[in-house]
């Protein structure tokens, strides 16, 4: 049995990955020689379809839509020869399909007296670098990572889906969308705002770390709790009001998923999610949650350590979940049946894992000293050489913080950005594929030209 010193410098020197898993964990299941190339080769036959997509008679393969910095034919999307497809644009004409401006759907929620009240308590925080100042700002100014898209595109979705106008009567909805599809989309939208205004929470355990600025952000901290708290009681509330048991118990499932996905794995003393041990196992576990009872708890610990299964996951509990639940829902309001359900259901977590994609490998390449230790980046590459994970190690054992700008260079010396970009691959088509099963036309083009430009993107990070 190793020492604690001992394990950090096998961790640190090793370089080989049969190595490190002969070293850490038995000689019964150390790895062949081979094993690395074997994996490799399984996830290249995962990825058959990477070559080329077709699209209705138009070809839509990753090469012809990938990037933005080069002109593509998409002609399966009607988009012609595009130099570049500019975000606000597209989001702009999602708006102008489903005829409603998205971004108003926060501020008629947070346009009242009671978070009139917070605003005027916030400017006493000016100056004291509080983290609900940040999420204060993207609410309002809006950016590919904010909150916004998550309410456009479940009406996207809707709008792309249907209904039959017999069914329902001309009151009850407009522009193609249900009046009860755009309260679910407000609901979910400002329930995910709430619990990431909660995330805000600033820890003040060490009270003396926090010097002259303790009381400013001990008062910041009862602002995030108490507005969090209100939009999560007012998202209830009106998620009551939609009188629909179905789309209620949904909905509450999906916010019992953020819940758990905050508690997921392990966490430093900040409460910031750390990495977990990769598991010695030779074959890469696969998590199914397209065909998962998503009513019960997603997934389980058993993909903790596990690369792609691990990150896909935690993805779906913190984001993936209730998107994909707000399509479901949408749904269930416009009496589609249980197939279309299910199509928007995965429909929706495609397009969180791609968006979260996105996030991570932006994070990764313009934050490299406080990127996020469990983005797809850092777990893909600590999965396929564990010997990374001695940066985690060490300072879990000496109690110091992570080196982040080492783990940053050794996470790009590995395979994992191929990996990755296999990854970025699979679930922009798979996007492409299921935004393809719903007839509204203008609506699925949309939601496809929101792939497009998200995995372009991600792709010019990575190149």
Known sequence: MFSTSKLVKVFKTTRNLNDVRCLYYSPQICVQNNSESKQMSRFHSSCESHQQFRNNGGITSVEQCGSLTQSRSCSGLGLGRQEEIDWRDVITEAEQIVGYPTSFLNLRWLFNDEIASTAIHLRKLVGSNHPVLKSAKNLLVGSKSNLQSVGLIILLVSKAAGFDTKNFTRDLYDSGVLHSQRALAEIVEMKRTGHMIHKAMVNLQKKGDQGDKYKDLLYGNKIVLLTGDFLLATCLQHLGGLRNNEVTELISTGLRDLVEGDAFGNHDNDGNPIPTLPKAEDEEAHYDWENEDNLQPLGSND????????????????????????????????????????NAYILGGHLALLWQLYLDVKDFFTHPYSYSLVGAPTTIALWEYPTIYGHIFESKVEKTPVEFKQLHYSVRTTRSMEYLMKLLDNEFESVLKYAKMFPGEDASAALQKMAITIHGETLQYIE
């Open 303 to 342: 993909f903790l350590g596990r690369g792609i299964a691990e990150w896909k996951l935690r993805t779906m509990l913190m984001s993936g979940s209730i998107l994909a639940k707000g399509c479901q829902g949408a749904m269930k309001l416009a009496n589609r049946g249980p197939e279309v359900e299910k």
